[in-house]
């Protein structure tokens, strides 16, 4: 690649990004017409990358990037193959069409901007996405897509079905992005390589590893829940809540497919095997009956569509783990098909909707003369979705059907379902681009007329290339499909499939389908009346089910944290003291390494002997103080002594400071007593004290000793040494332990002052608190003990 | 506690241990001393002064919050260790640099200027600890 492209390329990759940052402003600037420009950011790069069409459809493979962290063997790098190109194509074109449409559709919304920006964030993400080369990168691009489509969704944050949607949504693509890291990094570890395109050269090796059904059971994990395959499909209906561009960008179009694209791009690894085109055609299938049955039971036109998505990714797993020729052209084929209508039939419920004030396909009918363009725009999709010739829609269920094709068991099921869920499809299709329009006038809250231009652009454009994309297949397929199934087959593959029908088996299944879709749609109001009654029989779903489980946790963690934090100081204090004693005592008793006795100095000085005496006594002080002021005032003579201790033998650097820590201890822990208002003397009862006792014994006891044993093990001075060599000489220092603790450790001090500054923060906090839930002071002393008593220490509860 | 000898003598010897603060502070590097314990000892001149004088001197001495000061050590820290960014060495080299004043060679360092954000974060820290626990309703 050559430097301008690959500057260009990193550009495009950067736009959206620039583009959110700029939409609120220009939005506050131009209202609902900042759609204008703002567009012009997916189109540049639309262009941009069609740019490559030529050169992918040559089989060639893009490729550039740069070291982001060399040190990890990290990069940012891009890989545009036919299959990435595809997407990044769709990402970007229908993205333009939907900025445009969004400017329509959420005209003077006081959040537009903050619409704008996080739709242009998504394309950034999703563009990431489908173009990493890089494990990192598509881990990353994969979860700032659920992120962005969390935002998305909950848009309307004010209603808590949205603010539901938008978490369930996040938890399962979120945690299925998670399975989705676990399964690059097993990957890694198989391979050896952290890059997409190097990994195709492992296909083989990955096959016969022992954690290739790790491997695949992880990326399944992670794709299924992208993708809402049963039984995750259960979000994508409930992501409607959000705004109608979402859903026709986001939830029909793109981020849906990030699972699929993820599964085409590792087909030619891990594909091929029993496990692959076991559980890959399983799933897509059921889901793709699930899908279209409940499609059928909605009312609401986008929950119809939605539903209708979902079968439409299950179909397109299917196909992926059949994995056949064909069955790889017909993936690559309907997966642009599908994103040219349904994002165009999603965008017409939007316009209906915003035009009419309602999406209920019962209160509606007869807008058809009100709004001529949207209805045409409506059924052209609905042709292609419903797979009629000559649109695109209809050469991909061709080939659907000619992948299918065989006498084998599952064949026929899988042909069976195939069948009966675009025939569904087909039903559903029709009731959304025709109901609405035809037959008598239906009141609707709004009075309809068609929208403006900004908004029947989209779904207009959209269709109308759902039926040039047909018509000219023939200069279409050499372009985008063909190299679409080389990526995904892992080698050329020939897609030449042409809009005119043939006789064949296919043709009979298609025209099957379009009978059978005509018969449901004649009976639909019936058909739906079963679906409902069917749903209802089962009664319980995985909805539901994801509710249980989010409950179930949060009382689960409701009880570990009662269990764990019972709000008693005196449990704190005992549970940490007796885990020091263990940590210091069960090492030595386990390893067998006790200390020796220590051997008694020979030539103590009288004066270090008066220093120990004093520690003694002032420990001796401690224990017998007749109130807690005093033994404070012991404790600090204590650490005197010690403080003493250091300086005598040599360690003034750590004296000095123990003699400041040892005054600020006295001053700070009188001054608790008298702001916790403490019982001056130690009112423990001996049953207590006695347990108390001997765990502070414990602990005292396991430091004694453990601090001698430390003492008594060779000594390496090879730091030593290093620090004494080199303090002055480098870092132009004569106290060593100022230049270790400023320049050579210097980034532990800045960790250890952070604590200090963080501690500080903390308690400052708690007294606050106390502070503003006690009484004022004045009032609090006389007038209320009842609400805070003097407290034992021992006994002080932690709110 | 609150004599008037102890009232009298509070300042002065708070200003003596400051300027101590400060001594110990910047002979650290090469003799016993350093940012911690200079910290240390102004956290007990400020303890001193609060306890001879009440709180709201103290905070009116400080001018300003102590969790400022705290802060701004770490800001002065954290910088210290930026700076060796600028001239492309790993993070927290320790530079140098001798200007010369009035004849007179001064080392300065972005090690001294980290000892300098380790001292104003310990007397922050500690002082605003100190001056929270002592009773406000006065």
Same mark, same amino acid.
Request: aromatic content about 10%.
């Given at each position: ?85 595809a ?10 069409l ?23 964030m ?93 491997i695949?059971?992880?990326?399944l994990?992670?794709?299924f ?76 036109l ?21 994995g ?101 499809m ?22 309809p ?75 639909l ?46 449990v ?107 019982q ?8 207590q ?53 400023v ?57 | ?18 300027l ?15 940012? /911690?314990?200079?910290?240390? +000892? %102004? @956290?007990?001149?400020l303890?001193?002064?609060?306890? *001879?004088?009440?709180?709201?001197? =103290?905070?009116?001495?400080?001018? /300003?919050?102590?969790m400022? +000061? %705290? @802060? ?7 910088? *210290?260790?930026?700076?060796?960014? =600028? ?8 530079l140098? +640099?001798y ?40």
């Open positions: 690649m050559q430097p301008g492209t690959m500057v260009m390329t990193f550009a495009a990759f950067c736009l959206p990004f620039l583009g959110a940052a700029a939409a609120p402003a220009l939005t506050r600037l131009l209202g609902h017409r900042a759609a204008w420009p703002l567009a012009l950011f997916p189109a540049a790069i639309f262009l941009h990358f069609a740019g490559f069409l030529p050169e992918v459809g040559r089989g060639e493979v893009v490729t550039g990037g740069f070291a982001w962290v060399p040190s990890y063997n990290v990069s940012f790098s891009w890989l545009i193959d036919g299959l990435s190109l997407f990044l194509l769709l990402i970007s074109g229908i993205g333009t939907i900025v445009l449409y969004s400017g329509g559709y959420l005209k003077d919304h006081p959040h537009q901007g903050r619409f704008f920006a996080f739709i242009l998504f394309m950034g993400a999703m563009l990431g996405l489908v173009a990493s080369d890089s494990f990192l990168m598509l881990f990353v691009f994969w979860e700032l897509t659920s992120i962005t489509s969390f935002l998305l969704i909950g848009f309307d944050h004010a209603r808590e079905a949205a603010r539901r949607a938008a978490l369930q949504a996040l938890i399962v693509t979120g945690g299925g992005g998670l399975l989705l890291l676990a399964g690059l990094l097993v990957l890694w570890n198989v391979t050896g390589v952290t890059q997409l395109s190097l990994l195709l050269a492992f296909g083989a090796e990955v096959r016969a590893s022992p954690f290739y059904l790790a695949l059971l992880l990326m994990g992670g794709a829940t992208k993708s809402a395959q049963f039984p995750f499909h259960f979000w994508l209906p409930n992501a409607m809540e959000a705004p109608t561009p979402v859903s026709a960008y986001l939830h029909s179009a793109t981020m849906v497919k990030a699972g699929v694209y993820l599964l085409m791009r590792l087909n030619p690894v891990l594909g091929g095997t029993t496990p692959w085109e076991t559980i890959l055609p399983a799933f897509g299938g059921l889901t793709l009956l699930v899908g279209a049955v409940l499609a059928i039971r909605q009312t609401d986008k929950l119809m569509l939605a539903y209708t998505t979902v079968a439409s990714l299950g179909l397109l797993v299917m196909l992926t783990g059949l056949s020729e064909h069955a790889v052209a017909a993936a690559a084929l309907y997966l642009v098909a599908h994103s040219l209508f349904k994002g165009a039939l999603f965008m017409v419920a939007g316009i209906v909707d915003h035009e009419t004030g309602t999406r209920h396909i019962t209160g509606l009918g007869g807008l058809g003369r009100a709004m001529p363009i949207t209805f045409a725009a409506a059924v052209l999709a609905a042709l292609s979705m419903g797979g009629l010739p000559p649109f695109f829609g209809f050469l991909a269920k061709e080939e659907v059907y000619a992948a299918l094709e065989g006498d084998s068991l599952r064949s026929v099921a899988f042909t069976l379902a195939a069948v009966a869920g675009n025939a569904l087909f039903a559903v299709a029709f009731a959304v681009a025709l109901k609405p329009f035809l037959g008598a006038r239906v009141e609707t809250p709004k009075a007329h068609e929208g403006p231009l900004l908004l029947w652009l989209g779904p207009l454009v959209l269709a109308a290339c759902g039926l040039a994309a047909g018509l000219f297949s023939a200069a279409v397929h050499p372009l985008l499909s063909s190299p679409l199934a080389s990526a995904m087959a892992g080698a050329p593959t020939t897609v030449d499939i042409g809009p005119v029908p043939h006789a064949s088996l296919a043709l009979l299944l298609s025209a099957v389908t379009i009978a059978l879709g005509v018969a449901v749609f004649v009976a109001d019936r058909a739906r009346a079963a679906a409902d009654r069917l749903v209802a029989d089962i009664g319980w779903g995985p909805d539901r089910g994801f509710d249980q489980v989010i409950s179930g946790l949060v009382r689960l963690g409701h009880r570990l944290a009662r269990w764990l934090q019972p709000g008693l100081m005196e704190y204090l005992t549970v940490t003291f007796v885990v020091v004693a263990l940590a210091l005592l069960v090492p030595l008793a386990w390893y067998d390494e006790w200390p020796r006795p220590p051997l008694w100095p020979a030539d103590a000085q009288f004066h270090e002997l008066a220093v120990m005496a004093l520690a003694l006594i002032g420990v001796g002080g401690v224990l017998t103080a007749s109130n807690r002021l005093n033994s404070i005032l012991a404790l600090g003579i204590q650490g005197f002594s010690v403080a003493l201790l250091f300086l005598l033998f040599g360690a003034p650097d750590l004296a000095f400071t123990q003699f400041m820590v040892e005054t600020l201890s006295v001053v700070i822990l009188t001054l608790v007593m008298t702001r916790l208002r403490l001056p003397r130690d009112a423990r009862p001996l049953a004290k006695l347990p108390d006792a001997a765990i502070a014994i414990a602990c005292g006891l396991g430091f004694s000793l453990y601090l001698l044993r430390v003492t008594q093990s060779r000594f390496d001075p090879v730091l030593t040494d290093f620090f004494n060599l080199y303090s002055k000489a480098i870092a132009h220092g004569a106290n060593v332990v100022n230049v270790i603790i320049d050579f450790r210097g980034t532990d001090t800045l960790g250890e002052i952070a604590v200090v500054m963080i501690t500080g923060l903390a308690i400052l906090s708690l007294i606050r608190i106390r502070k503003s839930t006690t009484a004022p002071a004045g009032s609090a002393a006389e007038g209320k003990p009842a609400m805070r008593p003097a407290v034992n220490v021992g006994k002080e509860k932690q709110r | 506690m609150n004599t008037v000898i102890f009232r009298t003598l509070a300042p002065f010897l708070t200003a003596l241990m400051l101590f603060s400060l001594f110990v502070l910047l002979r650290g590097h090469n003799e016993p001393g350093g940012g /911690f314990i200079g910290g240390l +000892i %102004a @956290a007990s001149a303890a001193i002064y609060g306890i *001879a004088r009440g709180i709201r001197p =103290v905070r009116h001495a400080l001018w /300003f919050h102590p400022t +000061i %705290a @802060a701004t050590g770490l800001f002065l820290a954290c910088l *210290a260790g930026l700076v060796s960014m =600028v001239a492309a060495v790993p993070f927290m080299t320790g140098w +640099i200007p010369s004043l009035f004849g007179v060679e001064i080392p300065l360092s972005t090690v001294m200027l980290f000892d300098f954000g380790v001292y104003l974060v310990v007397v922050g820290a500690i002082t605003s600890i100190a001056l929270a626990l002592e009773r406000e309703d006065f």
